[in-house]
């Protein structure tokens, strides 16, 4: 039974850094892909970062390339995403995901969902 738990939202000041922890339960990184997938209010789900070990690739979208960092413990089953240089534009619900297939996450159609966890992002 694949369970995905995501935690470590809050309020933060424009410029500030978050850490979002997915920890996981049910998977293993060799067989599963972990991501990031955001929803902003009035607007549509936005994959942010994704990671798959068993390809050794990593995925960002261009608006958080050189802002944000996805990682894992293997040791945790955790992935984590790092989030600094935060932006007025980056408050959304965050949601990790998770499938056997990076590309199945960066197209937005993962097979298990985490409940979310908030950012905002003031300025």
């Known amino acids: 039974d694949v369970q995905l738990q995501a935690s470590g939202g809050g309020l933060v000041q424009s410029g500030g850094s978050l850490r979002l922890s997915c920890a996981a339960s049910?998977?293993?990184?060799?067989?599963?892909?972990i991501g990031w997938i955001r929803q902003a209010p009035g607007k549509e789900r936005e994959v942010v970062s994704c990671?798959?070990?068993?390809?050794?690739?990593?995925y960002y979208t261009d608006s958080v390339k050189g802002r944000f960092t996805i990682s894992g413990d293997n040791a945790k089953n955790t992935v984590y995403l790092q989030m600094n240089s935060l932006k007025d534009e980056d408050t959304a619900v965050y949601y990790c995901?998770?499938?056997?297939?990076?590309?199945?996450?960066?197209?937005?159609?993962?097979?298990?969902w985490g409940q979310g966890t908030l950012v905002t992002v003031s300025s």
């Open positions: 995901a998770a499938h056997h297939s990076l590309h199945k996450i960066v197209v937005l159609t993962p097979g298990y």
């Open positions: 049910g998977v293993t990184f060799d067989d599963y892909a």
């Open positions: 990671i798959s070990y068993s390809d050794n690739t990593a």
